[in-house]
Nanobody, 125 residues
Framework: QAQLVESGGGSVQAGGSLRLSCAAS????????MGWFRQAPGKEREGVAA????????YYSDSVKGRFTISQDNAKNTVYLQMNSLKFEDTGMYYC??????????????????WGQGTQVAVST
């Protein structure tokens, strides 16, 4: 049974940093697409970043490009999201998701097969 477990969320002041982790298990991690999504209160869930685990290719939404970095540790089946220069509008629940197969961009959330429970990020001004 596929399982994604996020960790690393918390509260931080604007301008600060956080690193989120997503540990994957129960399915073949390699050569799949891993993504990070977020959902602010009252808003739709939106894609933030994705990585194709087979090549390490990375993709970002315009809102986080240059501030967030997605990376992976294949030996640990773990994906990370390093978030720097955090802004108030980055506040929300952050979800890890896995999509079987290739991705060459940031796929829409409907294409992802597995989801984690989320980790909360709160950025204060």
């Amino acid at each position: 049974q596929a399982q994604l477990v996020e960790s690393g969320g918390g509260s931080v002041q604007a301008g600060g940093s956080l690193r989120l982790s997503c540990a994957a298990s129960g399915y073949t991690y390699s050569r799949n697409c891993m993504g990070w999504f977020r959902q602010a209160p009252g808003k739709e869930r939106e894609g933030v970043a994705a990585i194709y685990t087979g090549l390490g290719s990375t993709y970002y939404s315009d809102s986080v490009k240059g501030r967030f970095t997605i990376s992976q540790d294949n030996a640990k089946n773990t994906v990370y999201l390093q978030m720097n220069s955090l802004k108030f509008e980055d506040t929300g629940m952050y979800y890890c998701a896995a999509k079987r197969g290739y991705c060459s961009g940031l796929p829409p959330l409907g294409l992802f097969d597995y989801w984690g429970q989320g980790t909360q990020v709160a950025v204060s001004t």
